[in-house]
């Protein structure tokens, strides 16, 4: 327990940090000398706050989502991104897009939610008629079929010229983050907790379907709980944020490098390392090409695939 205390005081710090991280003039001074109709608060309420809560809901509901993944497919590399589920969530805003281009964002999450569903149900179908001798074939099934549903939505996108609006959702950036565009995020806490709350189910499910019904569980809801999950947490993030590359698999696989496969064991461990990842990247992303911003997607894509390589190189010949 004084370890996850000193691990929420380091998000909070970080949290601090990014708060007063930008163009605009925002300092404590300023702030204590100001009123709450000046520039520095406006900027701190209707920027910078949702901006920094935005980070912690993604960051922590991404990763909670790739544990869930990794359980229920029984396979430490798949998440999201390498299951076709990121894709199939971009196919889904892109269709509704195009019959209902005034939509709402809760419509775009929902449909998104619909699409990531059935896009994480055929892989999890594929795997079951697919003998795979290596535990790396996994993810490598997953990103060929998220290959194809990403070009299927390039074609589209290109025929009818949406493209640059694709791009917007292929490329996690929280610049944009403003008090009324982010509140969708708060639907992620809330199914981290519904994950927190049946963790342990999920962790019997992760010893497979024989394990599980023996135990008088019903493995068929804790599955379809978990992609259900899955789907929502992946469909809420890339509507609001865009996607954020290698989280939902980084995240997971070193919190269990130290506190075990027991998912309410390391649920909040995951939840505080996926939230200070993404503020450090985040971080990094804004300071290292001041006053320029690089999207958090590009910093987390270089940073999370030197981890990925770290992770297959310290695994045993035995185990690929």
């Known amino acids: 327990m004084p370890k996850l205390i000193i691990g929420v005081l380091a998000v909070l710090l970080l949290a601090i940090v990014s708060l007063f991280i930008g163009v605009s003039d925002v300092t404590p001074m300023s702030l204590f000398s100001s009123s709450p109709e000046d520039r520095p608060m406006q900027v701190l309420l209707i920027s910078r706050i949702p901006r920094t809560l935005a980070l912690i809901l993604s960051g922590s509901a991404l990763a909670v989502a790739g544990l869930l993944m990794q359980m229920l497919a029984r396979n430490r590399f798949v998440e999201p991104g390498t299951a076709g589920t990121v894709e199939s969530a971009i196919f889904g805003i892109l269709l509704i897009t195009i019959l209902w281009p005034a939509s709402p964002l809760l419509a775009k999450m929902l449909a998104a939610t619909v699409t990531a569903l059935l896009g994480t149900a055929l892989f999890m179908q594929i795997l079951r008629r697919i003998p795979l001798r290596s535990t790396l074939m996994v993810p490598l099934v997953g990103i060929m079929l998220g290959g194809v549903i990403a070009s299927v939505t390039d074609f589209f996108a290109y025929r009818l010229d949406l493209l640059q609006t694709l791009g917007t959702w292929q490329l996690g950036d929280f610049s944009a983050v403003l008090r009324g565009r982010y509140e969708l995020l708060w639907i992620g806490a809330l199914l981290v907790g519904i994950a927190w709350y049946a963790a342990d189910r999920f962790t019997v499910a992760g010893l497979g379907q024989d394990f599980t019904t ?74 290292i090409r001041f006053p320029y911003e690089i999207p958090i997607g590009t910093v987390f894509g270089v940073i999370g695939s030197a981890l990925f390589l770290y992770l297959l190189l310290r695994r045993r010949p035995a185990d690929a």
């Open 214 to 287: 023996n135990l008088g569980l019903n493995y068929r809801r804790v599955l379809t709980l978990g992609l259900s999950i899955v789907a929502m947490v992946t469909a809420t993030v890339v509507v609001s944020v865009g996607t954020i590359p290698f989280l939902g698999l980084i995240v997971p696989n070193l919190v269990a490098m130290a506190v075990g496969d027991n998912a309410r064991r390391a649920i909040p461990w995951i939840v505080l390392l996926g939230a200070g990842f993404v503020l450090i990247c985040d971080i990094i992303g804004r300071v």
